[in-house]
DNA sequence: GTTTTGCTGATTGCTGACAATCCTGCGGAA
DNA sequence: TTCCGCAGGATTGTCAGCAATCAGCAAAAC
């Protein structure tokens, strides 16, 4: 039998969608941070009742984009100096263990997707096309988290990224050595390949290492958390 | 000024307490792997609206006890070899970075602590007390990984150790080498104490290293999953 | 006998209205 | 002047009912 077009995207829960819609928002950043999100105001935005936005909003509460003050009000989430820490030391820990993992399932046809995808990254840089870069590099990790064939692992590792994305656009965060940047994703590529869990497991964790020592030399200055915010100085 | 007797219970809101009891209702066996549940009954049982138990069953999801399937049904999740297999990987990295983040916090009164954790382990382990052990064992557990002071560690390890424990309740499994567990314990609070973060790390991942290996090992003999179900055989 | 189709009861998804709670600002007293 | 308490308004929390969807069964078609 032929297939149909497939009806999904009307199918999904009202909810769902009402989520994803606030989420781009969001991470788009048209609603900053510390942003009061008003029920009603969603509701009649998004055309659907008020029970539906709570349902979404807890949902983006549980992925971190947002808060909850009870009986109070809802807000984008702030990330302070020390919410980014906590941000990238938990990627480090999950893309580690999702590189180890990764060894031993990566094919031959994976091998060569992940490298094609280092050439795309090396191209978009070279051509100046950061934004694009930036994606790349996201898709490459997550590419090499999914081959660990671990649901939760990549479902807490979307949320963890959609958080550093969501980080990067508060504080203007672009990455500056891209040189590094090419070299340290061939080598973990060539190690996912080689199938050296070890080496791959120690790349993965080591790629936000110059984040996490600055962030946490940040900390020791300041010692209270101080909100990042130095938006395209 | 003197703290008042905790309105926390009457306080908190309505849809977080049935999640409580929904929630310890699973997590005792009361309501077994793959138990319907139904919005009216649980509505009824706990004079609640089916709003209000609906929104308790979506944070059930979220932290993996309760599954949904739209329009349809809700169930009490059923944990497969490899539904263990992931817990237990999960876990294994959370300690880690927990065991590693620690060292850099723990004072002299946090090693009391911990060790006096280690003894009272030890003692039920001898009195035959095998309940109140596995409940320090996971306190343990728990308190070093606070040590870490990471909200967001600490919160996904909540969920990840409750899981542990439902598999553990669906499965009958218990330890049975107690003397290894106890030394690798100490061996765990050592390095701690001694701010060994390497050694920590090491140690707090290779706790479970024997159940994932047994879960790896029946995922290659299975193949597909298949769910435990030993019961007290 | 097997497959398809249409119905029915049950269950979940969504909405609008009501109740509980919190913040704001004003007035009065120390 | 400053602090406290207390309405009033705004906002969130909870509820009961209507609409949409699904699994199962029975009848019809082949």
């Known amino acids: 039998m032929a297939k149909l077009a497939s009806l999904k995207s009307e199918k999904r829960l009202l909810d769902r969608r009402a989520a994803d819609q606030i989420r781009s928002h969001i991470l788009e950043g048209v609603l900053p941070a ?23 909003l807890a949902q983006l509460a549980n992925e971190g984009l947002v808060q909850q003050v009870a009986f109070t009000r809802w807000e984008v989430s702030d990330t302070s100096t020390v919410d980014a820490w906590e941000i990238y030391t938990l990627r480090g820990a ?14 031959e046809a994976d091998g060569e997707r992940l490298r094609a995808m280092v050439d ?9 096309r950061f934004r694009d870069a930036t994606d790349i590099d996201f898709g490459l990790h997550s590419a090499i988290v999914e081959l660990a064939r671990h649901k939760r692992l990549a479902e807490q ?22 040189d ?17 869990a070890d080496r791959a497991e120690r790349l993965a964790r080591s790629h936000n290492d110059a984040e996490v020592h600055l962030l946490a030399e940040l900390l020791k200055q300041g010692g209270r958390a101080r909100v990042v915010r130095e938006k395209a100085s």
Request: aromatic share 4%; proline share 1%.
């Open 34 to 56: 510390g942003e009061r999100l008003l029920e009603t105001q969603l509701s009649e935005e998004l055309e659907v009742s008020r029970g539906t936005v709570r349902s979404a």
């Open 94 to 107: 999950m893309e580690g263990l999702g590189a180890r993992l990764a060894v031993n399932n990566v094919t």
């Open 120 to 128: 795309e990254l090396l191209a978009a840089i070279r051509e100046g």
């Open 157 to 178: 590792h979307r949320f963890i990224v959609q958080q550093v994305r969501f980080h990067m656009v508060q504080s203007g965060f672009l990455p500056n050595d891209y």
């Open 180 to 196: 590094g940047l090419i070299s340290e994703h061939k080598a973990l590529v060539d190690a996912v390949i080689a199938r050296d």
